[in-house]
């Protein structure tokens, strides 16, 4: 039982922490959200590396889309040691010009989406009596961030459930934490103000390396009394 799925591993943050982690020695299972074939060259990539992967693609907001393409593949490969709920998307408004429609998808990608995974695999994980859960927050899930009212809920709503079932699954042998990153190089960050990363007291953005190799340590035997926290990798920024 060695197997992985990053939930949004198309790009970005999730994309590195495949590459991370198949370079030690993890099978992985890649994820995004529609058009499986968007994966196929990172799955050539990976797959060189001599471990087992496989693709599959789901809309996190969708509950019953999100279920049926889950337990299949769990029926068909046995359920995963680790999930790393990472898919996840912003749109940016001041609240007062913020659209019902910014608000909601924001909630029903970022927040239902914990849900929506980890419910069908939850039971399956539980019977195994080990396996590791690793949520992407943000520090805006911590800090709060202007113009992000609605990512920030529901990142804080992330960490509220991660802390909840982190109790209730720990007999179970198995952790539930959270990695709030701060500003990390992605399609997400790429209109980001200049001024942004001057108040990093680092004075750069972080990589999506930088938040894998977090990812990996969770994930080892060594983190195995590490459970309910929350973990920054933000170079420093406090907001
Ligand atoms: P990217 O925008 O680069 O990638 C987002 C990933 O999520 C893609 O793989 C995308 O898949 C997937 N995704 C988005 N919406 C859905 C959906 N409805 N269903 C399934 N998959 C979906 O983001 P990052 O790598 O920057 O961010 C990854 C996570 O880290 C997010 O949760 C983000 O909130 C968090 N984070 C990022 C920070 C940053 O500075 N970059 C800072 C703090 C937190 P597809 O390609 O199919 O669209």
């Known amino acids: 039982m060695n197997d992985i799925l990053i939930t949004g591993s198309s790009r970005g943050i999730g994309r590195a922490t495949a590459l991370y982690l198949a370079n030690n020695g993890y099978n992985i299972v890649l994820h995004c959200s529609k058009n499986i074939e968007r994966l196929e060259p990172l799955r050539d990539e990976i797959k060189k590396k001599g471990v087992n992967v496989r693709c599959l693609a789901f809309d996190v907001s969708d509950r019953t889309e999100a279920q049926t393409c889950l337990l299949n593949d769990i029926e068909k490969n046995g359920i995963y040691y680790g999930v790393v709920l990472n898919a996840g998307i912003t749109s940016d408004n001041p609240f007062p010009a913020m659209e019902d429609s910014d608000w909601d998808k924001v909630i029903k990608t970022n927040l239902d989406g914990f849900y929506n995974v980890l419910k069908p695999l939850i039971m399956p994980m539980i019977q195994e009596k080990c396996g590791r859960i690793i949520v992407m927050s943000s520090i805006s899930g911590q800090c709060g961030n202007r113009g992000q009212v609605n990512y920030s809920a529901s990142k804080a709503g992330l960490i509220g459930a991660a802390k909840a079932l982190s109790q209730e699954v720990a007999k179970r042998k198995i952790t539930v934490n959270c990695i709030a990153p701060g500003l990390i190089e992605t399609d997400m960050t790429k209109e980001i103000a200049p001024e942004a990363i001057k108040s990093v007291p680092m004075k750069r953005m972080g990589s999506g390396e930088e ?17 309910g926290q929350v973990i920054g990798v933000n170079g420093g920024l406090y907001l």
């Not at 938040?211 to 459970?227: C, E, G, P, Q």
């Open 211 to 227: 938040v894998a190799s977090l990812v990996n340590y969770l994930l080892s035997k060594d983190a195995a009394y590490i459970t």
